[in-house]
């Protein structure tokens, strides 16, 4: 008889698979569930001489838990420098970068949450004075925007406008002189050659860092939206060199407007990439930007008469793009937080016929119109949303987001129990470094929004739950987020009932334990 290599016993497993929905024990070998049952059952069937026995003392066992958006590779660079989320105002802004220590001489921070300009322009004059003169480039938190010093630009070598193939703006005065606002990926790039970056080395270390202090929280994957600058593959596959991946990683690299159809074959053709435990699994695009940046693509423009533009100056393209993609068999995942952006995504799949449903996926969706929602489970598309994100709005609308909108937009806003109850698939996630990476907050948030912008009903314990297993592994098109044999052994064990305990113990639920393919990642 077969042995196991790993028993994990005394637990109330929950296995989210409805021919055997709750059971005490697991064994698992190669890597795969061998068998699910009660403990004295499987112990008996499955123990031999080198089978390793972890008792669970009575925790719950969960499908290895999953962020459905994440950036864990590219937010290396980003997060990169003084950390700015706890700052809360502008003076607490200029002191944090009066104090910053230097990067070869540079102020390099991230993590801004718009709200600290209290409603001024982003201009690089609210800061020049506490700079010293050193060059200064500070991320805001959505990732989508940055703020430039005068000697950041001068090293850039940004002294005006510029006109970008893609929805992109270097913000400028009444004189036409750069603001320092940076906004959009193609702006912020011009900044890459001069800014100081981690080498491949640290890049290195410092991912396996970050994907071991994530499984600390009990995460076991990641769908990553995104492919770096290139070396990605050669970054994991050099981590994989030494040591296990302590997260399944699936990438999606991007596809961005002027691609032509070498550029999409070359796409289709990463999809071939595969390492022990990561993989190049869909194409990732952006049919908008954000709210706060006034690039979100809206039906009617925002406050400022902003966000009446698509990411893709021809959206038709987008539309192209896909379809090229999907006869090739790649799915997609498009972040769009506007109405109008969502609304095009939704159109784009419905014109590929029948054989689109379950195979794409919206990302953010940050504030949709009643008629749109019933339209993700009838199209099979994908719903994937982050709930750390309403953190940055409030409920009383007083926030750059919701004054952005107006009312009505902003009380249509995160509508994950809507999309849910209507029948989509709907995958939880993080979006770090956007928001903190620690999925307990992820399943947390997910059930109690109160106090964001367009607050709604939360979800229950158990869609909490299968928004980061089975939903997220339906989104991803995969045979996973369940407990049953054959399935692979990724697994997450917590110390208390994700489905029955209350959403603020949740967070700070205790980890006891997380495997990938049956290797430990974590023990607590």
Same mark, same amino acid.
């Given at each position: 008889?077969?042995?196991?290599?790993?028993?994990?016993?005394?637990?109330?497993?929950?296995?989210?698979?409805?021919?055997?929905?709750?059971?005490?024990?697991?064994?698992?070998?190669?890597?795969?569930?061998?068998?699910?049952?009660?403990?004295?059952?499987?112990?008996?069937?499955?123990?031999?001489?080198?089978?390793?026995?972890?008792?669970?003392?009575?925790?719950?066992?969960?499908?290895?838990?999953?962020?459905?958006?994440?950036?864990?590779?590219?937010?290396?660079?980003?997060?990169?420098?003084?950390?700015?989320?706890?700052?809360?105002?502008?003076?607490?802004?200029?002191?944090?970068?009066?104090?910053?220590?230097?990067?070869?001489?540079?102020?390099?921070?991230?993590?801004?949450?718009?709200? @600290?300009?209290?409603?001024?322009?982003?201009?690089?004059?609210?800061?020049?004075?506490?700079?010293?003169?050193?060059? @200064?480039?500070?991320?805001?938190?959505?990732?989508?925007?940055?703020?430039?010093?005068?000697?950041?630009?001068?090293? @850039?070598?940004?002294?005006? =406008?510029?006109?970008?193939?893609?929805?992109?703006?270097?913000?400028?005065?009444?004189?036409?002189?750069?603001?320092?606002?940076?906004?959009?990926?193609?702006?912020?790039?011009?900044?890459?050659?001069?800014?100081?970056?981690?080498?491949?080395?640290?890049?290195?270390?410092?991912?396996?860092?970050? +994907?071991?202090?994530?499984?600390?929280?009990?995460?076991?994957?990641?769908?990553?939206?995104?492919?770096?600058?290139?070396?990605?593959?050669? +970054?994991?596959?050099?981590?994989?060199?030494?040591?296990?991946?302590?997260?399944?990683?699936?990438?999606?690299?991007?596809?961005?407007?002027?691609? #032509?159809?070498?550029?999409?074959?070359?796409?289709?053709?990463?999809?071939?990439?595969?390492?022990?435990?990561?993989?190049?699994?869909?194409?990732?695009?952006?049919?908008?930007?954000?709210?706060?940046?006034?690039?979100?693509?809206?039906?009617?423009?925002?406050?400022?008469?902003?966000?009446?533009?698509?990411?893709?100056?021809?959206?038709?393209? $987008?539309?192209?793009?896909?379809?090229?993609?999907?006869?090739?068999?790649?799915?997609?995942?498009?972040?769009?937080?506007?109405?109008?952006?969502?609304?095009?995504?939704?159109?784009?799949?419905?014109?590929?016929?029948?054989?689109?449903?379950?195979?794409?996926?919206?990302?953010?969706?940050?504030?949709?119109?009643?008629?749109?929602?019933?339209?993700?489970?009838?199209?099979?598309?994908?719903?994937?949303?982050?709930?750390?994100?309403?953190?940055? /709005?409030?409920?009383?609308?007083?926030?750059?987001?919701?004054?952005?909108?107006?009312?009505?937009?902003?009380?249509?806003?995160?509508?994950?129990?809507?999309? &849910?109850?209507?029948?989509?698939?709907?995958?939880?996630?993080?979006?770090?470094?956007?928001?903190?990476?620690?999925?307990?907050?992820?399943?947390?948030?997910?059930?109690?929004?109160?106090? @964001?912008? #367009?607050?709604?009903?939360?979800? /229950?314990?158990?869609?909490?739950?299968?928004?980061?297993?089975?939903?997220?592994?339906?989104?991803?098109?995969?045979?996973? #987020? &369940?407990?049953? =044999?054959?399935?692979?052994?990724?697994?997450?064990?917590?110390?208390?009932?994700?489905? +029955?305990?209350?959403?603020?113990?949740?967070?700070?639920?205790?980890? &006891?334990?997380?495997?990938?393919?049956?290797?430990?990642? $974590?023990?607590?």
């Amino acid at each position: 008889m077969p042995v196991a290599d790993l028993l994990l016993t005394g637990a109330h497993v929950r296995t989210l698979d409805p021919a055997l929905p709750e059971a005490t024990a697991v064994a698992v070998r190669g890597g795969l569930i061998a068998a699910v049952g009660e403990t004295e059952d499987v112990v008996r069937e499955w123990s031999g001489p080198g089978t390793e026995r972890v008792d669970l003392a009575g925790a719950t066992l969960v499908p290895g838990l999953v962020d459905s958006h994440s950036h864990p590779v590219w937010g290396l660079e980003m997060a990169t420098g003084t950390d700015l989320s706890g700052v809360r105002d502008l003076d607490g802004l200029r002191a944090a970068l009066r104090g910053a220590a230097r990067v070869d001489g540079w102020v390099v921070a991230w993590g801004l949450d718009h709200n @600290a300009f209290g409603g001024r322009p982003v201009d690089r004059g609210l800061v020049e004075d506490v700079l010293d003169g050193s060059p @200064a480039f500070v991320r805001l938190y959505d990732g989508h925007s940055a703020l430039a010093s005068t000697a950041a630009l001068d090293a @850039a070598g940004i002294t005006g =406008p510029r006109v970008f193939g893609q929805r992109a703006e270097i913000v400028c005065d009444a004189e036409g002189r750069p603001t320092g606002h940076l906004i959009e990926h193609a702006a912020m790039d011009l900044m890459l050659a001069v800014v100081p970056r981690p080498s491949f080395a640290e890049r290195r270390t410092g991912l396996l860092d970050l +994907l071991s202090r994530m499984a600390a929280t009990g995460l076991t994957g990641a769908h990553v939206m995104d492919m770096g600058h290139g070396d990605v593959p050669q +970054l994991l596959a050099s981590v994989e060199d030494e040591a296990v991946l302590p997260l399944r990683l699936r990438l999606a690299p991007w596809c961005m407007p002027g691609i #032509g159809k070498d550029g999409l074959d070359e796409l289709t053709h990463l999809q071939r990439e595969v390492g022990r435990h990561w993989r190049v699994g869909g194409v990732k695009f952006f049919m908008d930007g954000t709210v706060e940046g006034g690039t979100a693509w809206l039906e009617h423009a925002d406050c400022h008469g902003q966000g009446t533009d698509a990411f893709w100056p021809d959206p038709q393209a $987008y539309a192209d793009a896909v379809r090229h993609l999907h006869a090739a068999g790649v799915g997609t995942a498009t972040h769009a937080i506007g109405d109008a952006a969502v609304r095009h995504v939704l159109d784009t799949v419905e014109s590929l016929g029948a054989g689109g449903a379950g195979r794409h996926r919206i990302e953010h969706i940050e504030t949709v119109p009643d008629d749109t929602i019933p339209r993700f489970a009838a199209l099979g598309v994908a719903a994937s949303m982050q709930p750390p994100h309403t953190a940055y /709005t409030r409920g009383d609308h007083a926030d750059e987001w919701s004054r952005r909108l107006g009312a009505d937009r902003a009380a249509r806003a995160w509508r994950i129990r809507d999309l &849910r109850d209507a029948g989509a698939v709907l995958a939880l996630g993080s979006d770090w470094p956007i928001a903190h990476y620690d999925v307990r907050r992820v399943l947390s948030m997910a059930q109690a929004p109160e106090g @964001a912008a #367009g607050s709604r009903r939360g979800l /229950t314990g158990l869609m909490a739950l299968e928004g980061c297993t089975s939903h997220a592994a339906r989104a991803a098109g995969e045979d996973a #987020g &369940r407990i049953a =044999p054959g399935l692979r052994a990724d697994l997450t064990a917590l110390g208390l009932d994700p489905v +029955l305990a209350p959403a603020d113990e949740i967070a700070e639920a205790p980890v &006891r334990l997380t495997a990938v393919g049956g290797h430990l990642t $974590y023990r607590g």
